[in-house]
């Protein structure tokens, strides 16, 4: 009988270039080039053999610095077959944070591009630790070894994938530090090939369909899942300031069936369409994460799509990926004009294998878990999940580790999500926001999606955010709003006081009495979409 304890997340690929060799694997429009499910499958062969003719084998830990590219797909393919241990880090959280990760994950191995070998030497990245280098796109000049050699260097034959364990290490990403240092989760086998099967379970992604995927990361998961990923030309670290055209342009040209896009990318996109009367009939299913989805962007490109397609908003974390899934149908037929109504954000049910409970917040660390831990329905407090697509540890980082993980005395670990919600009497999960956000104040607690919600309402406001400020020992609310446009200060003055009406209207709102206009909101790298409530919190003491 087959062994249930190997697993390495590069079969998927060898299995889908048995299945289906011809088919285009990875496809990038900008620059005319495809590789096919074999080729791209033997391309990460060569590469794994040549590896480890350098020493780059089982367990060697890699930074990979490569912008999506065949590169990018066929190098991480080909370390996963190698059972090496790939290091993904944005390049967008700056150089100070870069310096940070690389000397926290402490890889042996730096491959990149020359821009990035440029920067290591001048930022001294990984000086400690990094002894094997290759370069990709460049010559000797850069150190190390350029990827085409290593590609001649190794048998042409079939590459035999490492025999690694599901609980074997096999990559660290990084957060993207928009609620602090970015941490390393540790990604192994198993984790992986959970969240695959997660993805393939919950929307049904069957091998041969066209994914236009706008996030790197996620754009790996299409190889394994069967389906031919469309790159766009576009800088991935700003999705909320992308060409429309050049998603609208291959996501008709290639007949996408799926698309995945941050809410600032949709939000775009989405008018771009409607304003140029440009319809995407051809996808079947549209993903969004990385921050809530306000329910006037799903509205309006739902208008976009066939009507038997769907946008699907999952919820999750670098930690923790998908945990719940809720559709625009439910959205926009009941659940958003809760959120309206101060409600929070419903973000579905959890999925297949996760134990999802609602227990008290609290900012210190919880030693083991306790069966008396979860919270009554309706009843506000810390997400926390178990399950095989949750991470159980960060990488040399104890204390954070013993703050966002509680061992399970039965087995397992939790994982603290670090956001609040509740569940209600259907079951359904709702979010309120982040724990590091909520604002408390001597006449209670506010959560900020709650708020935030029903100030959304407002025809003339964009988004709008919940801070707490410490004015004379006391924390005060304000509301930071972005408008949709800009307005004279008579009218921003007419559209406060029509604000502080609509605050009055519910409990959780009618003590907020300070509004601040911000011209545009901090937002995050990743997806443009998550908002630095922090920063906001001290312009707003400034503006006070």
Same mark, same amino acid.
């Given at each position: 009988?087959?062994?249930?304890?190997?697993?390495?997340?590069?079969?998927?690929?060898?299995?889908?270039?048995?299945?289906?060799?011809?088919?285009?694997?990875? !496809?990038?429009?900008?620059?005319?080039?495809?590789?096919?499910?074999?080729?791209?499958?033997?391309?990460?062969?060569?590469?794994?053999?040549?590896?480890?003719?350098?020493?780059?084998?089982?367990?060697?830990?890699?930074?990979?610095?490569?912008?999506?590219?065949?590169?990018?797909?066929?190098?991480?393919?080909?370390?996963?077959?190698?059972?090496?241990?790939?290091?993904?880090?944005?390049?967008?959280?700056?150089?100070?944070?870069?310096?940070?990760?690389?000397?926290?994950?402490?890889?042996?191995?730096?491959?990149?591009?020359?821009?990035?070998?440029?920067?290591?030497?001048?930022?001294?990245?990984?000086?400690?630790? @990094?002894?094997?280098?290759?370069?990709?796109?460049?010559?000797? @000049?850069?150190?190390? !070894?350029?990827?085409?050699?290593?590609?001649?260097?190794?048998?042409?034959?079939?590459?035999?994938?490492?025999?690694?364990?599901?609980?074997?290490?096999?990559?660290?990403?990084?957060?993207?530090?928009?609620?602090?240092?970015?941490?390393?989760?540790?990604?192994?086998?198993?984790?992986?090939?959970?969240?695959?099967?997660?993805?393939?379970?919950?929307?049904?992604?069957?091998?041969?369909?066209?994914?236009?995927?706008?996030?790197?990361?996620?754009?790996?998961?299409?190889?394994?899942?069967?389906?031919?990923?469309? !790159?766009?030309?576009?800088?991935?670290?700003?999705?909320?300031?992308?060409?429309?055209?050049?998603?609208?342009?291959?996501?008709?040209?290639?007949?996408?069936?799926?698309?995945?896009?941050?809410?600032?990318?949709?939000?775009?996109?989405?008018?771009?369409?409607?304003?140029?009367?440009?319809?995407?009939?051809?996808?079947?299913?549209?993903?969004?994460?990385?921050?809530?989805?306000?329910?006037?962007?799903?509205?309006?490109?739902?208008?976009?799509?066939?009507?038997?397609?769907?946008?699907?908003?999952?919820?999750?974390?670098?930690?923790?990926?998908?945990?719940?899934?809720?559709?625009?149908?439910?959205?926009?037929?009941?659940?958003?004009?809760?959120?309206?109504?101060?409600?929070?954000?419903?973000?579905?049910?959890?999925?297949?294998?996760?134990?999802?409970?609602?227990?008290?917040?609290?900012?210190?660390?919880?030693?083991?878990?306790?069966?008396?831990?979860?919270?009554?329905?309706?009843?506000?407090?810390?997400?926390?999940?178990?399950?095989?697509?949750?991470?159980?540890?960060?990488?040399?980082?104890?204390?954070?580790?013993?703050?966002?993980?509680?061992?399970?005395?039965?087995?397992? @670990?939790?994982?603290?999500?670090?956001?609040?919600?509740?569940?209600?009497?259907?079951?359904?999960?709702?979010?309120?926001?982040?724990?590091?956000?909520?604002?408390?104040?001597?006449?209670?607690?506010?959560?900020?999606?709650?708020?935030?919600?029903?100030?959304?309402?407002?025809?003339?406001?964009?988004?709008?955010?919940?801070?707490?400020?410490?004015?004379?020992?006391?924390?005060?609310?304000?509301?930071?709003?972005?408008?949709?446009?800009?307005?004279?200060?008579?009218?921003?003055?007419?559209?406060?006081?029509?604000?502080?009406? @609509?605050?009055?209207?519910?409990?959780?709102?009618?003590?907020?009495?300070?509004?601040?206009?911000?011209?545009?909101?901090?937002?995050?790298?990743?997806?443009?979409?998550?908002?630095?409530?922090?920063?906001?919190?001290?312009?707003?003491?400034?503006?006070?």
């Amino acid at each position: 009988m087959p062994r249930t304890d190997i697993v390495n997340i590069s079969r998927p690929l060898t299995e889908m270039a048995a299945i289906q060799p011809d088919t285009p694997a990875i !496809i990038f429009p900008q620059e005319g080039r495809a590789l096919s499910f074999r080729e791209l499958d033997r391309d990460s062969d060569r590469i794994a053999a040549g590896l480890g003719t350098i020493g780059i084998v089982r367990g060697t830990r890699v930074a990979l610095l490569v912008p999506p590219s065949p590169e990018l797909f066929a190098l991480t393919f080909a370390l996963f077959k190698a059972g090496a241990v790939p290091v993904f880090i944005d390049p967008g959280i700056g150089a100070k944070n870069m310096k940070g990760c690389l000397a926290e994950a402490e890889p042996e191995a730096f491959i990149g591009i020359p821009k990035a070998h440029l920067a290591r030497r001048l930022l001294g990245w990984g000086k400690e630790s @990094i002894k094997i280098l290759v370069t990709v796109g460049g010559g000797r @000049i850069w150190g190390g !070894i350029p990827l085409d050699e290593l590609r001649t260097c190794a048998p042409g034959s079939p590459f035999t994938a490492a025999e690694t364990r599901r609980n074997e290490i096999a990559a660290i990403l990084f957060t993207s530090g928009s609620t602090g240092p970015p941490k390393g989760a540790i990604y192994t086998h198993g984790t992986f090939a959970a969240q695959v099967e997660a993805l393939r379970e919950m929307y049904d992604i069957r091998p041969g369909e066209i994914d236009l995927p706008t996030f790197p990361l996620f754009a790996l998961f299409a190889p394994a899942l069967g389906m031919t990923a469309v !790159i766009p030309r576009m800088d991935f670290t700003r999705p909320g300031t992308v060409d429309p055209r050049r998603i609208l342009g291959p996501a008709a040209e290639y007949s996408a069936t799926t698309m995945f896009g941050s809410p600032a990318l949709l939000n775009r996109v989405g008018r771009y369409a409607e304003k140029h009367a440009i319809k995407l009939d051809g996808l079947k299913r549209v993903i969004s994460a990385g921050a809530p989805v306000p329910a006037s962007v799903l509205e309006r490109f739902s208008r976009l799509l066939a009507d038997d397609a769907e946008i699907f908003t999952p919820y999750g974390a670098t930690e923790a990926l998908p945990v719940c899934s809720i559709g625009s149908r439910e959205i926009l037929s009941g659940t958003g004009r809760l959120t309206g109504e101060g409600h929070g954000i419903c973000i579905g049910r959890p999925v297949a294998g996760i134990s999802l409970k609602i227990i008290p917040i609290s900012d210190t660390p919880i030693s083991q878990w306790s069966d008396d831990l979860p919270l009554p329905a309706g009843a506000i407090g810390e997400i926390a999940v178990r399950g095989p697509q949750v991470s159980n540890a960060y990488l040399n980082r104890p204390e954070a580790t013993r703050l966002a993980k509680i061992p399970d005395p039965a087995g397992g @670990i939790w994982h603290r999500m670090g956001d609040v919600g509740y569940r209600d009497e259907a079951g359904r999960v709702w979010f309120c926001g982040r724990k590091a956000h909520r604002v408390v104040t001597p006449q209670g607690t506010l959560y900020t999606i709650p708020v935030e919600g029903v100030f959304n309402t407002h025809p003339a406001v964009f988004r709008t955010a919940l801070v707490g400020v410490n004015k004379r020992g006391t924390v005060q609310p304000v509301l930071c709003v972005e408008l949709e446009n800009s307005c004279s200060t008579s009218g921003k003055e007419q559209i406060r006081k029509e604000l502080l009406e @609509i605050g009055r209207a519910f409990p959780s709102t009618q003590g907020i009495s300070e509004i601040l206009f911000h011209p545009a909101f901090p937002v995050d790298i990743r997806h443009n979409a998550k908002i630095f409530r922090e920063k906001l919190a001290v312009w707003a003491k400034g503006q006070l």
